[in-house]
């Protein structure tokens, strides 16, 4: 019985993803996937979505910490997190079909800092010439 780590990050969310064979059972946060994420579906096929394209959505189990951001930048990250745990699991079998979904890139978008003199980061204050 394998068991994997890997983690997920998304903005400012990070998912803690323990991946093992098993019956497709998936516990995040202490409850299951439909608890949850309730009903969006489309978030839920994301969060599905590596382990439909690799077959194994009824051969692994999966417990997974989330924390920071919202509950779709915690189901990317999610994502990420079990992509990056199949890959691990079996390398030979996944990383192409992985890869060429776009599933092991981490997406770097986060939000830009707030600058000095600037009402946010790059908003200025409005100008009044009189």
Not at 8 to 21: N, P
Not at 27 to 36: K, Q, R, T, Y
Not at 52 to 81: C, F, M, P, W
Not at 87 to 107: C, I, M, P, V, Y
Request: charge should be positive; hydrophobic fraction near 35%.
């Amino acid at each position: 019985m394998n068991k994997v780590y890997a983690t997920g990050k998304r903005k400012t969310a990070i998912a803690k993803v323990y991946l093992e064979t098993g019956t497709g059972k998936l516990v995040i946060n202490g409850i299951g996937l439909d608890e949850w994420l309730g009903g969006h579906d489309s978030i839920k096929m994301k969060v599905m979505q590596p382990l439909v394209l690799t077959n194994q959505d009824k051969s692994v189990d999966i417990h997974a910490t989330t924390l920071g951001g919202g509950y779709s930048a915690q189901a990317e990250a999610l994502r990420s997190g079990i992509a990056k745990a199949l890959n691990n699991l079996d390398r030979e079998a996944f990383r192409k079909t992985l890869k060429s979904a776009g599933l092991l890139t981490r997406d770097a978008r986060i939000v830009e800092r707030k600058k000095y003199g600037k009402r946010k980061a790059r908003r200025s204050p409005q100008f009044s010439k009189r």
